[in-house]
């Protein structure tokens, strides 16, 4: 039998760390073969000061470079064995000029992004495989592309057992934002709405990361220089763990019988 592996195919770097950076060190510390896929360098994202693209001061290869360094840090944190870069050029979030180059990542033709990654899955032979749904979670270019090729390598390999997309389940969500207002704590961009999160009757697998929040949080550090993760920086310790303690996923498919709700996204496959 293949060595028990988890891949997550992930946009940018520091996208490896919110949705699934418990899952990797936790599966790590179980001797589990973690992947990662990181399929930009990140470019649009912040550079020296916070200088955002086509301000003074951004230089997008000199973000790249840093970006990819503080991915390496953070997948240390994280107990990620291999992570693997496809290199595609950030496209910048929706409505943003980078949208139009043709050489960003979510206008390169989808069969020959799609085939680089299939290639990993045949190298690696994940049982597992985690990534975005159809909207990207939040509707970023780049993490639909990201879907869609997992999708597509997915199904041109056959290879996982199990293909899940990450999920932020909305009453809890709530749970947490009103237990942090209770708390003191203003939100601004942050606060939700009713319809933010998936619906909790669409998730199947919540994993307990609690013993991982530390890590998680370190990882979150490494990526200092995008502002994204201030807010939850800043969130008191008691406050984190209500965060990070656990992860949720929707199984999409599964080539083993797999209970209604799941604990393990390895249930069946141990």
Avoid at 185 to 214: N, Q, Y
Wanted: glycine share 10%; proline share 4%.
């Amino acid at each position: 039998m293949d060595q028990l592996t988890l891949m997550a195919v992930h946009a940018h770097p520091d996208d490896e760390v919110m949705s699934t950076g418990g899952i990797f060190a936790r599966y790590a510390d179980e001797g589990i073969r973690t992947v990662l896929v990181t399929c930009t360098n990140g470019e649009q994202g912040d550079g020296a000061g916070g200088a955002k693209p086509g301000e003074d001061g951004h230089d997008a290869a000199g973000v790249a470079r840093m970006r990819l360094a503080e991915l390496r840090e953070s997948a240390g944190h994280l107990g990620i064995t291999h992570v693997e870069l496809l290199g595609y050029q950030d496209s910048g979030m929706d409505g943003w000029d980078a949208n139009h180059d043709a050489s960003s990542f979510a206008n390169v033709p989808l069969e020959e992004s799609s085939a680089k990654l299939a290639a990993l899955i045949e190298q690696y032979r994940p049982q597992v495989i985690v990534t975005y749904d159809e909207n990207g979670g939040y509707g970023h270019p780049d993490h639909i592309q990201a879907h869609r090729i997992t999708v597509a390598a997915t199904e041109a390999t056959g290879i996982p057992a199990k293909l899940y997309y990450t999920a932020i389940p909305r009453q809890r969500m709530q749970e947490m934002f009103e237990a942090l207002k209770a708390a003191g704590m203003e939100f601004d961009d942050f606060e939700a709405d009713a319809d933010f999160g998936t619906p909790d009757e669409l998730i199947t697998s919540v994993v307990d990361v609690s013993g991982t929040v530390e890590r998680k949080v370190k990882a979150l550090r490494a990526h200092a220089s995008q502002g994204d993760s201030a807010f939850l920086l800043k969130m008191p310790e008691e406050a984190q763990h209500m965060v990070f303690s656990h992860e949720a996923f929707v199984r999409v498919t599964s080539a083993v019988e797999a209970p209604g709700h799941e604990d393990d996204l390895f249930a069946g496959l141990r």
